[in-house]
């Protein structure tokens, strides 16, 4: 789950990190309160939208008057920013974040992420802040530190002198470094981040470190037990059908193909989309019913589906172990016949009752195709969806 960035800067704040005063603001009117309120001499209007590339996209403004912010929040709001992150649709600014401007002299790159690789949590520090940090791995790669974190031993001396020195801050600043990584890691742990990114990070011209600007991504996983941040949410930055998908315990993702797919288990989902571009068609999403889909959700899996103008065919690939596979034939004839499908429909099934799930779409009357294995039903929901 990601949050705005004035709510992580929030959070952060509460683990001591230093981070510009700011507002946030959903209207114009609250726009201009917000910086009166501030009374900084240079005030940033700042779009909020869960993506990166703001700046560039024209989304982040530097103003030094009361009318300059409200003719900034007057055009950023409701206005939609394309970035190299939103894709081409880009995403609607309902919200700004009115800041106090700062005195940069160094813009600096900090990050905490879990590397799965290794099971630990990583520090990524870079001198070349500012940028996108994937470009900077591929030009300059000698200019990151990569430094992995022992969870059962935590943030340790050792850790921030190395950060400290790639980053060259010295003196007054390089003491601040102390409290400051110990405030994002005491952050990234107990509020279960799945990712802090500080971009940039900046030495102000008095010699302060200060997150100018800052991105936090959570673990789904742990959510359960992190009700404030999940009720820090914005339902309007995430895709419709992956929302709605999460109501029916679905995990839904959208890709950009044609044949829709409805699988049981997220490996077998995997091969599933890897087998129909072997095939030479396109997955228009990734979709899990689980191992305990009912009649209902399987419908609702359908609807979801063919919400996307871009479904041509589905196919629906099903190996029942603790999955029942005349449950999923019966939530396969159910949904078809309710929502009219007239788009092409193969259906693959393996394992508990398949004879009887078979039987169960043999005499539904339905224009269903059986398949045999998977790479069977993928050629077959291959030449329905090309027409052959």
């Known amino acids: 789950m990601n949050i705005h960035e004035h709510q992580a800067k929030e959070l952060l704040r509460g683990f001591g990190v230093a981070v510009p005063k700011g507002i946030a603001a959903f209207t114009v009117d609250e726009a201009v309160s917000a910086a009166k309120k501030l009374g900084s001499d240079v005030t940033v209007v700042k779009a909020q939208i869960h993506a990166g590339g703001r700046g560039k996209a024209g989304g982040v403004k530097v103003v030094t008057s009361a009318v300059e912010v409200k003719t900034e929040a007057q055009r950023i709001l409701g206005s939609t920013l394309v970035t190299h992150q939103t894709g081409p649709a880009g995403k609607e600014v309902q919200r700004l974040y009115i800041e106090e401007g700062c005195d940069i002299a160094t813009e600096l790159y900090l990050s905490m992420l879990v590397d799965r690789s290794s099971s630990q949590i990583t520090i990524i520090a870079s001198t070349e802040g500012g940028m996108d940090i994937e470009a900077v791995a591929a030009e300059t790669p000698e200019r990151i530190l990569t430094i992995s974190i022992d969870p059962a031993t935590g943030l340790k001396p050792h850790h921030i002198r190395s950060v400290a020195n790639a980053l060259k801050l010295t003196g007054t600043t390089g003491k ?4 400051f990584l110990s405030g994002i890691y005491g952050a990234f742990t ?7 990114e500080i971009n940039p990070l900046v030495v102000t011209r008095s010699g302060d470190l200060l997150a ?4 936090m991504s959570f673990d789904d996983n742990a959510l359960f ?5 999940l ?12 929302v709605k998908a999460s109501e029916f315990d679905l995990n839904y993702i959208k890709l950009d193909g044609t044949i829709g797919c409805m699988v049981n288990g997220a490996g077998l989902a995997m091969a599933t989309m890897d087998i ?9 999403n990734f979709l899990d019913v689980g191992g305990s889909a009912t ?3 399987v419908t609702e899996a359908f609807k979801i589906i063919l919400s996307d103008k871009n479904v041509e065919g589905i196919l629906v690939n099903i190996f029942g172990g603790i999955m029942r596979c005349d449950v999923i034939a019966e939530g396969v004839v159910e949904a078809a016949r309710t929502l009219g499908l007239t788009k092409p429909l193969v259906v693959r099934l393996e394992g508990t009752n398949v004879e009887k799930g078979r039987q169960i779409m043999d005499e539904s009357g339905l224009a269903i195709i059986s398949a045999d294995n998977l790479g069977d039903a993928a050629k077959k929901i291959v030449a329905a969806v090309k027409g052959a």
């Open 190 to 196: 107990k509020l279960d981040a799945s990712l802090v």
């Open 295 to 297: 009649t209902e959700r």
């Open 276 to 284: 129909i571009k072997l095939e030479g068609g396109e997955p228009a």
């Open 231 to 242: 009720a820090l949410r914005d339902l309007t930055e995430e895709d419709e059908s992956e």
């Open 176 to 179: 601040q470094a102390s409290g």
């Open 212 to 215: 100018l600007d800052a991105k």
């Open 225 to 229: 037990r992190q009700k404030d941040v």
